[in-house]
């Protein structure tokens, strides 16, 4: 049985790194770009092999069975402006990012909090998508890979039906415990978690870290 074709927007480290994963996984992946013709896109395209090609963020929005931003987020809502709101309709929107504020020298803050998130905005911005944010909370190698750092959580908020596609694909990922925190408003507890991840990073200089829920006794 054919796997679904997963589009990424997004083409700086993280968003190379979740499609060439994906490929190797036997999905037909293409990465969204301003410039697919850029010489760090092309030598990923031969890195990731069969299956893997690069586009428009257009183009892959259209390619994709299910979508995967990835974008940094001072250009998430003109990545998706320019991915275009027909090509999001309906579709799985696996948010990744966090919207971060940064500072000279010091973690970043959040841009957007309280009662909002960032991945409300990106619904928002692709009110016909359904969005799911989860693997914001780790490092790019981590996504990828996290049986390679142990066997840490990872969470999932969002649209109910498209949760369940991406704890599928999560699971291929190979992340074993995945924690559902309801619907997107679940967004803000996950990016300020995020935050955590960061500050620990900043005071160690070191990013193997994750994040483990641990079960009562």
């Known amino acids: 049985m054919s796997r679904p074709k997963i ?11 979740l499609a060439g994963a994906f490929a190797k996984l036997g999905h037909p992946v293409m ?6 013709s850029r010489e760090d896109v092309q030598a990923w395209l031969k890195e990731a092999g069969h299956g893997a090609r690069a586009g428009t963020n257009a183009e892959a929005a259209r390619f994709g069975d299910i979508i995967v931003l990835a974008t940094d987020w001072s250009g998430t809502e003109n990545a998706l402006r320019l991915a275009g709101a027909p090509n999001l309709q309906g579709k799985v929107l696996l948010d990744v ?7 000279d020298g010091a973690p970043p803050l959040l841009a957007v909090s309280g009662e909002d998130s960032g991945a409300e ?48 694909l999560l699971r291929e990922l190979g992340w074993d415990d995945v924690i559902d925190l309801g619907g997107l408003e679940g967004a803000r507890m996950l990016e300020a978690m995020a935050l955590v991840w960061i500050v620990h990073g900043f005071r160690t200089g070191k990013w193997t870290h994750a994040l483990k829920m641990l079960p009562a006794r």
């Open 7 to 17: 589009g990424v927007i997004g083409s700086g480290d993280v968003g190379k790194r």
């Open 31 to 36: 990465l969204g770009t301003r410039e697919p």
């Open 97 to 103: 990012t966090n919207p971060l504020s940064y500072r």
């Open 121 to 168: 905005r990106v619904q928002r911005w692709a009110p016909g998508a359904k969005v799911v944010k989860s693997l914001n909370v780790v490092n790019n190698a981590q996504m990828a890979d996290p049986k390679a750092f142990g066997n840490p959580t990872m969470f999932v908020a969002g649209d109910e039906g498209a949760k369940k596609v991406v704890e599928g």
